[in-house]
């Protein structure tokens, strides 16, 4: 369950309006809740942000508002990549937008203007966007093993400068990086006072100068704040990391991608095995937990990379594994290459999923043999010692059905 602080971002910017966020999925709210609350609230507008695994299910949210008059905005990177056949498909959306569709200022801005009929300004950037709206988000919510009750994410940056050809990053910000103040950021901690906070951004590390004063901001703070970022672990370096730990970060979220150096230069992804291992090393040395990301069924993979990939995760001193599939965006490189050379075995967007669907089927690397592998690898990973000890740590009894749909999504194949 991932906090939906980029809706808080959007409600900071109607002071004056009466602003309501539903996060259905934290809430376990059904089509019926909505449709009463959409009754019952009545609003003039309604926005949803969906990606393309789950934008069917969220345009039935926006078919119901249509019919009861309300005026609705869909926020999409998939609406951008995909934009005739969304509006096709969709014909109820008012307007369709994605957050790197702008002639100039910040998404929040730009639907302002169509709500509303105030011009942006000169200023109004995303530098100056005011602190998000973290007390509308149902933060009680959001619970997670080892991050624990009531976190939240705050947005420190947005976009990033790599190129990673599978990534949606390329497609929602065209690698355009603006960065949130430091000033800002901390006002927001401090507004609502946040204590357990995931740093959210494309690459949270990128901009050493920025992460370090953060550090220097939450110290300044007169409680403690418990947080964990993401980061390439080319962008990280024992001194940084010493100073985020001596900040109250806990954790740190690589995204190693593949054990296999020629795979990674495929993909673009210009951190290479030898950075992973120095990476982690530092973290470690630091006093962090490290939680690894990879990925397979990467352009390139084959049976025997996929398993560098799971030997690599093994060999790390990881604290926590994920190993997600390479699904091909639309609009992304990697999404262009399997289109063009016929490899999608399926036109339906809820396949585009990173978690549980493998649609590509590469010359050397079928969809199967990348399911196989997930397989392989959560079962060696969370069997070793660190997989028992994690689940050991993390277990509470309401986290049952959460850890009993991880095993039967990924492993009952």
């Known amino acids: 369950m991932w906090p939906q602080t980029s809706l808080a971002m959007l409600a900071a910017v109607f002071p004056q309006h009466e602003v309501q966020i539903w996060d259905c999925i934290a809430e376990r709210l059904s089509y019926l809740d909505v449709w009463n609350q959409l009754n019952e609230f009545k609003p003039d507008w309604l926005i949803l ?5 789950t934008i069917s299910h969220d345009a039935i949210v926006g078919l119901y508002a249509h019919s009861l008059g309300t005026k609705t905005i ?11 056949e969304t509006h096709s498909r969709f014909p ?3 307007h369709v937008l994605d957050y790197g569709q702008q002639i100039e200022g910040e998404p929040e801005y730009v639907i302002r203007e169509l709500i509303t009929g105030e011009s942006r300004q000169p200023h109004e950037i995303f530098e100056t966007l005011p602190p998000a709206r973290q007390d509308l988000l149902p933060m009680q919510k959001y619970d997670l093993p080892l991050i624990g009750r009531g976190y939240t994410f ?16 390329t497609v929602t910000w065209e690698s355009k990086v603006r960065y949130r103040s430091v000033e800002s950021i901390v006002e927001e901690i401090r507004r609502y006072h946040l204590t357990n906070i995931a740093f959210h951004a494309d690459t949270a590390t990128v901009n050493r100068k920025q992460m370090l004063a953060i550090c220097e901001g939450i110290k300044s ?28 970060c806990w954790m740190i979220c690589y995204g190693i991608e593949s054990g296999d150096d020629r795979v990674l230069a495929m993909n673009k992804k210009e951190a290479t095995v030898a950075d992973a291992e120095r990476a982690v090393k530092w973290a470690k040395q630091a006093g962090l937990k490290v939680c690894g990301y990879f990925m397979l069924g990467l352009f390139g993979d084959t049976t025997e990379t996929m398993e560098a990939t799971t030997r690599l995760a093994s060999t790390l001193p990881l604290d926590l594994c994920n190993f997600a599939l ?10 262009r290459i399997a289109g063009e050379r016929g490899w999608i075995n399926t036109s339906a967007w809820e396949g585009l999923d990173q978690n549980y669907r493998a649609i590509v089927d590469q010359p050397d690397c079928s969809h199967q ?10 079962l060696k990973w969370y069997g ?9 740590q993390a277990w509470r009894p309401h986290y049952a059905r959460f850890f009993w749909q991880l095993v039967k999504n990924h492993l009952g194949g």
């Open 221 to 248: 703070l007169p409680w403690q704040v418990r947080w964990i970022c993401n980061s390439r672990v080319d962008t990280v370096d024992l001194e940084m990391l010493q100073a985020m730990k001596s900040a109250g």
């Open 384 to 392: 070793s010692w660190r997989g028992v000890k994690f689940l050991f």
């Open 369 to 378: 043999e990348v399911l196989a592998a997930q397989r392989r690898a959560y």
């Open 92 to 94: 109820f959306f008012t």
């Open 326 to 335: 390479a699904a091909p965006y639309p609009g992304t490189e990697w999404g």
């Open 49 to 53: 942000e969906s990606v393309s695994a």
């Open 154 to 169: 705050v947005i420190t940056s947005r976009g990033c400068p790599f190129r990673c050809i599978y990534c949606r990053t």
């Open 74 to 84: 869909l926020i999409s990177p998939h609406g951008k990549a995909l934009s005739q």
